[in-house]
């Protein structure tokens, strides 16, 4: 089991990245080198001398997919926090040559990229001394931060491989995330990406990211624990205790085409997409939605309703002036950040919207509620809309949401062992893991790059 915690946090992770940015805006690899060296953490327990070493960045779903395929004991998986190598990264680019545009940024950049490859090249073998790395494991190809560091690790013998935990690309973001890809990612630097469904590796294949020989789709490893919990969960007594009902929040902007940036883009925070698509939105939606949930809570105490976000959940909240965040019984509880399965397991029902994690509910068997109603009617958002067909309980209005989840908010019953047709079809077609076996299929492409060497 892979401890991520392990990975150096804190004032002890802001000290080591303020001393690797002073070591690269002072040129100097061999303090740096030294000081990304003591961010190596080991996630996991030793799996013993001749065990394949995974040196990750993690983030939050790739880590969880890096348990799932290597966290049994096989491999020994250790740990770089990005702040460290974003912290090299800004000794050399500013902050708006992001992911977004590190393809795409003016000429005058191309001798800050050569300097900061040429860095690496020096700073790389001295983190390789200590991690003693068979390959390196990122969870996205585009990390602006990551492109020649990627380089370096390729060119050095190391597979620097990404699983890809990007995936959900509905049919009015393939063209979107084609474009952006060709014009603004430049073609992957590594040995190898994973991805999840057949539709990213398309798009990556056509925006010339990467050659077909070398994108594999293996599925989403972090629905196996799921897969094998519901099989679990389905030979055991009836789980008792107060209903939960969980609800994913979402906000104006989910699953849209949106292109952030970083402070000091000339665009500002947002890009201005022309077209009409900066127009779409689900304000509507979401408000209504959270509206339902906090009535929920408020009509019936019996019941525990958890609302679950990102980072930014209290600045959304406050814009669907639903007081939630503010004004909220007893029963409600807000979650930020960390892994929803959980959440998921101990839920009677769950809801949500352009989201991983109904797809993780979907695979532990749980009744899921999607709504469809308000702008997800629109002609102009409608190819925009996650469609997970049968495999869900779509409501018609947010009333017909606060009585679907009503009904559903029942102590939890045991979950079926063998899932419907129609949420293995889901399952494959967005998650590439109808199965369970997502973890093997990624082990063996990793392993196979690893014999394979330079």
């Known amino acids: 089991m892979i401890q991520a915690n392990r990975i150096l946090d804190g004032a002890a992770r802001r000290a080591l990245s303020a001393g690797i940015a002073l070591g690269a805006y002072g040129r100097r ?52 926090a990005r702040y460290h190598t974003k912290a090299l990264y800004g000794g050399f680019l500013p902050q708006w040559v992001d992911d977004n545009s590190y393809q795409s940024a003016p000429p005058e950049m191309d001798a800050r990229k050569a300097a900061l490859r040429g860095f690496w090249t ?32 390729e060119a050095s013998g190391v597979p ?28 992957f630097q590594g040995r190898k990406i994973l991805v999840y469904n057949t539709i990213e590796r398309g798009i990556q294949i056509d925006a010339g ?8 789709v293996c599925g989403m490893p972090r629905l196996d624990r799921l897969h094998q919990w519901r099989i679990r969960a389905a030979q055991s007594a009836a789980p008792s205790g107060r ?8 906000h104006p902007k989910t699953g849209l085409p949106v292109i ?18 900066g127009d779409v939105s689900w304000h509507d939606l979401s408000a209504q939605c959270h509206h339902a949930v906090l009535r929920l809570a408020r009509e019936n105490p019996g019941i525990d309703v958890v609302v679950k976000g990102k980072g930014d959940l209290a600045k959304w909240l406050g814009l669907t002036g639903a007081s939630i965040d503010q004004d909220r019984p007893d029963n409600l509880k ?44 629109d002609d ?8 997970l067909g049968d495999a869900v309980d779509h409501a018609a209005s947010a009333d017909d949401l606060y009585d679907r989840l009503l009904a559903g908010a029942v102590p939890p019953v045991a979950p079926p062992a063998n899932l419907s047709d129609h949420a293995a079809d889901m399952l494959d077609h967005w998650a590439g893991n109808p199965d369970g076996k997502a973890g093997d299929r990624v082990r063996a492409a990793v392993m196979a790059e690893i014999g394979r060497g330079s």
């Not at 001394?129 to 370096?152: H, I, K, P, W």
């Not at 990404?162 to 014009?183: C, I, Q, S, W």
């Not at 209903?243 to 979402?250: E, H």
């Open 209 to 216: 990211i990467i050659p077909p020989d070398r994108v594999e």
């Open 29 to 80: 690899p061999g303090l740096v080198g030294g000081l990304l060296g003591l961010g190596v953490r080991q996630l996991n327990a030793d799996a013993g001398p001749f065990a394949p070493r995974i040196l990750t960045l993690p983030k939050g779903g790739f880590i969880e997919d890096v348990d799932a395929a290597f966290g049994d004991g096989d491999f020994t998986v250790l740990g770089l």
């Open 260 to 277: 952030p940036r970083k402070p000091g883009a000339a665009e500002g925070r947002l890009e201005n997409l022309g077209n009409g698509l």
């Open 122 to 153: 020096q700073v790389w073998p001295r983190v390789q001394a200590r991690a003693q790395a068979s390959a390196v494991l990122t969870g996205n190809f585009a990390y602006a931060a990551e492109q020649d560091f990627g380089a370096v690790v």
């Open 160 to 187: 620097f491989i990404a699983m890809h935990k990007e995936a959900l690309k509905t049919p009015g973001l393939v063209n979107f995330y084609t474009t952006l890809y060709r014009d603004r990612r430049q073609p």
């Open 243 to 250: 209903p939960l009902v969980l609800f994913l929040s979402f």
């Open 334 to 377: 807000l979650v930020v950040g960390g892994d929803p399965q959980d959440l998921i397991a101990r839920a009677s029902i769950v809801c949500g919207f352009t989201t991983t994690a109904l797809l993780e509910a979907i695979a532990s068997g749980k009744p899921v509620v999607v709504p469809r109603f308000a702008e997800a009617l």
């Open 380 to 387: 102009a958002s409608k190819p925009f809309f996650l469609d």
